[in-house]
């Protein structure tokens, strides 16, 4: 066998650890995106359960300043998906007013959003910045964010049309 032929051939043996690898990179580095989380979704959705930010209630990163769970008897559905509250004060707020409570970018990666992709963030790693909420995919993510909050918003604005429209509902 001539050494051209051992290379293509060991290439070709490579691909599939080299293509798994690539698929447990985000796991492996920082990435822990909601599990089962839909990233063909206007908002971020567990696709098992319906719920949008995987049952996190959206009020509390506003008024307790953490991210707490809702409860199941305290739910809304609007936007097409069910979001939960922890009492039925933080659900007749986010009713009045959802758009002020709902994370920006549907629950996206404002970072990844600034870079043309989708991925949708996790319910603990978060930032509320000018009474905005944003979900991000990896604590890197969030610190780039921190970093620069105005550049990086300003950029996922102005990506946003772009990558919504790769969404489907």
Partial sequence: MTAARRRRKSWRLAAPFLLAMAGLWPGLFGGIAPLGAATTEQIVANPHTGLAIDGYDPVAYFTDAAAKLGRSEFELRHAGVTWRFRNVGNRAAFAANP???????????????????????????????????????????????????????????????????????
């Avoid at 549907?106 to 970072?111: A, E, K, L, S, V």
């Avoid at 105005?150 to 509902?169: G, N």
């Fill in 99 to 169: 758009n002020v409570f709902m994370p920006r970018f549907g629950g996206y990666d404002p970072t990844a959003i600034a870079r043309g992709a989708s991925a949708p963030g996790h319910p603990e790693l978060w930032v509320v910045t000018e009474n905005r909420l944003y979900l991000f995919y990896s604590a890197a993510a969030r610190d780039t964010f921190k970093a620069a909050p105005d550049s990086v918003i300003e950029e996922a604005e102005r990506v946003w049309p772009t990558v919504r429209h790769t969404l489907t509902p």
